[in-house]
């Protein structure tokens, strides 16, 4: 494991949004979703594609806070743009759950 700095964490933005659309992403190499994330008034709507289709439908999605990396270049994933990175955590089988807070809090809320 490489060791960062505190100056190297606090460059990184993680923020909660709220899913408020997700759609399938046929052309992805592995199953994945398009979701539409709002990250309140200050980071507006981002989209991003995740590969949580093991895991989660559709209609679990919607509505549910994520926390997101707010602050990545954006990335080209095959015909789509992905402008965050939603976070979570591997399961032994390779499915991911996603990072999520424990209470809801303001969309764009940073975490500390």
Same mark, same amino acid.
């Given at each position: 494991m490489e060791l960062i700095s505190w100056e190297d964490f606090s460059a990184v933005e993680l923020r909660v949004g709220t #899913?408020?659309? =997700?759609?399938?992403?046929p052309e992805a190499r592995? %199953?994945?979703?398009? /979701?539409? =994330?709002?990250f309140g008034a200050d980071l507006g709507v981002k989209q991003s594609s995740a590969q949580i289709t093991t895991v989660y439908s559709k209609e679990q999605l919607l509505g549910k806070q994520v926390i997101g990396v707010v602050n990545f270049p954006t990335k080209q994933i095959g015909p789509? @743009?992905?402008?965050? /990175?939603?976070?979570?955590?591997? @399961?032994?089988?390779? %499915? =991911? #759950? /996603?990072?999520?807070?424990?209470q809801e809090v303001p969309n764009g809320t940073k975490l500390a």
């Open positions: #899913v408020i659309e =997700v759609t399938d992403f592995k %199953a994945a979703y398009k /979701l539409k =994330v709002d789509f @743009r992905s402008e965050c /990175l939603i976070t979570g955590f591997y @399961r032994p089988d390779g %499915a =991911v #759950v /996603l990072a999520v807070p424990e």
